[in-house]
């Protein structure tokens, strides 16, 4: 997992109408526009429930995450055996830090959480990896986490990434 560095103390809660976004600025206007207007809606509609971490009152950083499966025929090498066709995984839909924690390894912070809950969720349900679609200034970033690109085709130029739980044990 990443970072070594000193940790912020968090309270993580799931999003909700009480919670000030304020002065949120992740530095990318769609993610800032996500957490101010769209991510109860997309709760609302199940698509996905989005998590904020809160440093002393202030949100930092927030992740959005739901449910998802990836065909094993895309992945570079099979982590699974012959089945199941289509393997289970989380789906980071959105990962954010503001602008006013960045050097502090929040980033990291908000993705050890992710895999946290992920692994967690597989000891319950079936969840194998957890995906992402990065933008192409972050893949070092979850490279250095474990994260595995998933070569672009010109059907499907995306970066998307995985992450392999593992086997439960």
Same mark, same amino acid.
């Given at each position: ?45 199940? =698509? +996905?429930?989005?998590? #904020?971490? /809160?440093?002393? $009152?202030?949100? &930092? ?6 449910? @998802? ?55 319950? =349900? +079936?969840?194998?990896? #957890?995906? /992402?679609?990065? $933008?192409?200034? &972050? ?6 986490? @474990? ?23």
């Amino acid at each position: 997992m990443p970072s070594e560095k000193k940790r912020i103390k968090f309270t993580v809660y799931k999003f909700s109408p009480s919670f000030s976004t304020g002065s949120f600025d992740c530095g990318s206007e769609p993610y800032n526009t996500f957490i101010v207007s769209e991510a109860l809606d997309y709760q609302k509609r199940n =698509l +996905g429930v989005t998590y #904020v971490f /809160l440093h002393e $009152e202030t949100l &930092a950083g927030y992740v959005t995450i739901s449910m @998802g499966s990836l065909n094993k025929q895309k992945l570079p090498d099979d982590p699974v055996g012959r089945k199941p066709r289509y393997i289970p995984a989380l789906f980071l839909g959105r990962l954010a830090r503001d602008n006013k924690y960045k050097g502090l390894s929040v980033g990291d912070q908000l993705l050890d959480w992710v895999l946290t809950k992920a692994k967690k969720l597989s000891k319950q =349900l +079936g969840c194998r990896l #957890v995906l /992402l679609e990065s $933008e192409e200034r &972050a893949r070092s970033t979850y490279e250095r986490s @474990g994260f595995i690109l998933i070569p672009p085709s010109r059907r499907d130029p995306r970066n998307i990434m995985f992450f392999d739980l593992g086997e439960n044990k």
